[in-house]
């Protein structure tokens, strides 16, 4: 690892580094239901959803990818608006009282609730970091730089001298009293 990355990496905060593993995690789970959607969908006793198990695979690898960006925030709110479908569809899925799989189901839904947890914790606090980037930038108009103010900084340097041991550093003996050229 350079020098550089590394420095990159630690100026991250916790929530960028978070989203980051929740785009490599969505990465994951979004080729493995794109890639195996049957098999999801026997392990949790629902047959004949391919079709929406792949498309959330696709939800899942677009919110993966947007989530490695720059600014992860709109990929991570959509996870937060994923999880709340899957979270449905499994409910929905627990209707059916003769399924073989309902503790599967069950060990789904807590999963899912894990997730939607730490993508809305997330989420929330990529919002507040990366405000500025969505048009809300701070006002600054009123400050002046000068913690005193700039009417406490207005003649700060008159009368100024420089301090006897750094005296002859200077270049010009005549510039040591603060004298003017």
Same mark, same amino acid.
């Given at each position: 690892?350079?020098?550089?990355?590394? *420095?990159?990496?630690?100026?991250?905060?916790?929530?960028? *580094?978070?989203?980051?593993?929740?785009?490599?995690?969505?990465?994951?789970?979004?080729?493995?239901?794109?890639?195996?959607?049957? *098999?999801?969908?026997?392990?949790?006793?629902?047959?004949?959803? %391919?079709? *929406?198990?792949?498309?959330?695979?696709?939800?899942?690898?677009?919110?993966?990818?947007?989530?490695?960006? %720059?600014?992860?925030?709109?990929?991570?709110?959509?996870?937060?608006?994923?999880?709340?479908?899957?979270?449905?569809?499994?409910?929905?899925?627990?209707?059916?009282?003769?399924?073989?799989?309902?503790?599967?189901?069950?060990?789904?839904?807590?999963?899912?609730?894990?997730?939607?947890?730490?993508?809305?914790?997330?989420?929330?606090?990529?919002?507040?970091?990366?405000?500025?980037?969505?048009?809300?930038?701070?006002?600054?108009?009123?400050?002046?730089?000068?913690?005193?103010?700039?009417?406490?900084?207005?003649?700060?340097?008159?009368?100024?001298?420089?301090?006897?041991?750094?005296?002859?550093?200077?270049?010009?003996?005549?510039?040591?009293?603060?004298?003017?050229?």
């Amino acid at each position: 690892m350079t020098h550089s990355s590394h *420095r990159g990496r630690r100026s991250q905060s916790g929530a960028d *580094r978070v989203a980051r593993g929740l785009g490599w995690l969505s990465l994951g789970i979004g080729l493995y239901k794109l890639l195996a959607p049957r *098999r999801v969908g026997r392990s949790l006793g629902m047959r004949g959803v %391919d079709g *929406r198990v792949r498309a959330a695979g696709v939800r899942e690898l677009a919110s993966g990818i947007g989530a490695l960006s %720059d600014n992860p925030t709109p990929a991570v709110w959509s996870r937060v608006g994923g999880d709340v479908l899957d979270l449905a569809a499994l409910t929905y899925a627990l209707k059916d009282r003769h399924n073989p799989k309902r503790q599967n189901l069950y060990l789904a839904l807590t999963a899912a609730g894990v997730l939607t947890a730490v993508d809305l914790w997330c989420a929330k606090a990529l919002s507040r970091r990366h405000a500025y980037q969505g048009g809300v930038t701070p006002d600054y108009r009123g400050r002046s730089g000068f913690p005193a103010g700039l009417a406490a900084a207005r003649g700060a340097a008159r009368g100024f001298e420089v301090p006897r041991d750094m005296r002859h550093a200077l270049p010009d003996p005549s510039m040591a009293k603060g004298a003017r050229r």
